[in-house]
């Protein structure tokens, strides 16, 4: 059973940083994308960053140049570093992939951890 599970989520101050984890178990992570989305109050989900199963990342425009999105396939866990934190990165952040189950492509979530970008 495919589990994802984020932390290291919180309260941080503007020009702040944050590492958040997202721990993988029940499929094997060395052969699978992971992707950071982050869900803001009152707005829809979107893709923050992605990392392939060879390392190539990309970001989504408004965090290009602060967050650095790293996997380690030893820990099963893929990292986001988030540096020069903006009010406006207050979201949700959530760890997924997609994995092939039973001949079908499937979406797998972690349930979130909360960063709260405040003075």
């Avoid at 309260?11 to 721990?23: D, K, Y």
């Avoid at 982050?38 to 390392?55: F, M, T």
Wanted: charge should be negative.
């Amino acid at each position: 059973q495919v589990q994802l599970v984020e932390s290291g989520g919180g309260l941080v101050q503007p020009g702040g940083s944050l590492r958040l984890s997202c721990a993988a178990s029940g499929f094997r992570f060395s052969t699978y994308a992971m992707r950071w989305y982050g869900q803001a109050p009152g707005k829809e989900r979107e893709l923050v960053a992605s990392i392939s199963v060879a390392s190539v990342t990309n970001y989504g425009d408004t965090m290009k140049g602060r967050f650095i999105i790293s996997r380690d396939n030893a820990e099963n866990t893929v990292y986001l570093q988030m540096n020069s934190l903006e009010p406006e990165d207050t979201a949700v952040y959530s760890c997924n992939t997609e994995v092939w189950q039973s001949g079908t492509l499937t979406p797998s979530w972690g349930p979130g951890t909360q960063v709260t970008v405040s003075s």
